[in-house]
């Protein structure tokens, strides 16, 4: 089971305050990403150990009482496992949702981080033009994120949303575009999504009706 808290178009919307303890997200899953309080910093959540990636670009481990505005976890148990090369593609199960898990050497990584908000909140869209942009090359570390289809456009991510941790977990960050040489994948697939949304008056003011598509590809790349 896939368990999230929020939807991605509130994100974008600029709902940052944060809304549940990384305590209470542990319960609900090992594996994940996200972000905290104030959009500070990249979530990532891999074999129990949850970590926050700043704009120094280091990874910082998480204490459980630091909240989360938007976040996807789930307990990973892998339904398939294969190895890739350099031309490979992560195999696509259009309609369902999976946990993508990659371990691998990689020549080329880009990764960023965004800084902590202020009230007013500006938009995801405009709060990414101060963003830190971390580049890695020649490294091993582990990708973390999943896939979800395009159907759940405005709740998630349509498509791949990952985010990358060093081989010695202490570096990282939201993956923006990556060369790799070699790793073993792991596909976690569910059909069973739970969605918690945030009780704010952010959350019930926020126009979610409207079409996102464009801020979302700007925040992506």
Known sequence: ?????????????GVYDGVLPVSDLKTHGDFGIGTFDGLEGE???????YYQIKTDGIAYPVSGEITTPFATV??????ETFRLEKSANLSELENLFYAVK??????????RS???????????????SSQSVFEFENVSGTLVGFRTPEYV?????????L???TE???????????????GDAALDITSIFLMELPASGDFYNAELGQNLQEDLEKVEK
Do not use: C
């Open 153 to 161: 456009k405005g709740v998630n991510v349509p498509g791949y949303h």
């Open 163 to 165: 985010h990358f941790i």
């Open 74 to 79: 789930t307990y990973f148990e892998a339904d």
């Open 168 to 182: 010695n977990r202490s570096a990282g960050g939201h993956v923006l575009d990556l060369e790799m040489e070699k």
């Open 114 to 128: 965004v800084p902590r908000q202020e009230k007013p909140y500006l938009q995801l869209a405009d709060a990414v």
């Open 1 to 13: 089971m896939l368990y999230q808290v929020s939807t991605i178009d509130a994100l974008l919307l």
């Open 43 to 49: 979530m990532l959540a891999l074999d129990g150990n």
């Open 102 to 111: 990659v371990d691998g050497n990689f020549s080329y990584v880009k990764a």
